[in-house]
């Protein structure tokens, strides 16, 4: 069983930055692909973007490398997401995800965390 906990949400100005953070309950380095969704108010919970055990593959969901980047920590169990220039549109619940497999991370993943708020106004 993985425990993740995020963290970083708030409110924020449009074009402001945050950085969210997931802790990791076990050792996902070695067994774990993770990844970011998010859930607009009013609309389905959606993929933003994963990387994988190691660190080396990142994936991100349509113009979301413009500006986002995910990175992981491994010796802190420890993932990621770095948002920059952010809009009213990315106002959103993060969630943070864990699973062994990388087509399941980016499409069902087995492990959640409970979500972090982001609220961007404009």
């Known amino acids: 069983q993985v425990q993740l906990v995020e963290a970083g949400g708030g409110l924020v100005q449009a074009g402001g930055s945050l950085r969210l953070s997931c802790a990791a309950s076990v050792d996902t380095g070695t067994y774990y692909h993770m990844a970011w969704f998010r859930q607009p108010p009013g609309k389905e919970r959606e993929f933003v973007s994963a990387?994988?055990?190691?660190?080396?593959?990142?994936y991100y969901a349509d113009n979301k490398a413009d500006r986002f980047t995910i990175s992981r920590d491994n010796a802190k169990n420890t993932m990621y997401l770095q948002m920059d220039s952010l809009k009213s549109e990315d106002t959103a619940i993060y969630y943070c995800t864990a699973d062994p497999a990388w087509t399941t991370t980016i499409t069902n993943p087995r492990y959640w965390g409970q979500g972090t708020q982001v609220t961007v106004s404009s």
């Open positions: 990387i994988s055990g190691s660190g080396l593959s990142t």
